[in-house]
Structures are given as structure tokens and as C-alpha cells.
């Protein structure tokens, strides 16, 4: 059915709509809003994902000042559950922050991050 819709397009329009279908399908893959996924590959045994976080933390975890700098990324890589017989692996682009007041870094926390024992 899509293709019958695309027909009737010019071939700048067509190329447009298969952009956004491809964004549709790289946003629902993982059904977890805390992430923006900028990156599907699909190969005959896998996906890998990879996501960063849209949202940035508010203030520091430290001191709870709200002043922050970008201090950097890294980019972590986790084992997801099989989607389709399929292994997943999601790459999180994680940001590094630097407080203004009283100098610590810290990476953003992710939702589903467990909280370090004492």
C-alpha cells in the first residue's frame, strides 16, 4: 500500500516519506521514552541500537546546583533481551556533566540504572 502511495509522488517526496517512516520505526523499536534512538542496524542475527538520553539532568548530584557544563561523552554498551529471535545490543551515548559550583563530574543517570550499593 505504500508503494502504491509513493508512485504518485515525485521521487523528492518519495525519498521524504521513506525518512520519516525509517524515524517512526527507529523510535518504536525499543518502546522506552527516556531514549532518542539515532541509529538501527539490522543484520541477519542482530540489532544495534544506538540511543542517547533526552532528558538532562536538572542539577548536581552532589551539591544540587543547577548551573552544568557538557563535560564530554562516552558510549556504553548493554545486552537487551532477543526482539524478534533477533540478539539486541543498545549502545548509550551517554553525557558527562561538570558542576559549576563545586567542580564534580558526573554521567547522566539512565532509567533503567540500578543505584550503587554502600
Do not use: W
Not at 541509529?39 to 543547577?66: R, W
Amino acid at each position: 500500500m505504500l508503494i502504491l502511495f509513493l508512485k504518485g509522488l515525485n521521487t523528492d517526496a518519495a525519498i521524504t516519506a521513506n525518512n520519516i517512516l525509517d524515524r517512526r520505526r527507529r523510535m518504536n523499536i525499543l518502546n522506552l521514552p527516556s531514549f532518542n534512538v539515532l541509529e538501527v542496524k539490522e543484520t541477519e542475527n542482530d540489532y544495534q541500537i544506538l540511543v542517547e538520553s533526552v532528558s538532562p539532568p536538572s542539577m548536581c548530584v552532589h551539591c544540587g546546583f543547577a548551573d552544568l557544563q557538557r563535560f564530554g561523552t562516552k558510549k556504553q554498551f548493554f545486552y537487551d533481551t532477543l526482539m524478534h529471535g533477533k540478539r539486541v545490543g543498545i549502545t548509550v551515548k551517554r553525557q558527562r556533566y561538570r558542576c559549576k559550583n563545586c567542580g564534580s563530574t558526573f554521567f547522566e543517570k539512565m532509567c533503567f540504572q540500578k543505584p550503587k550499593s554502600s
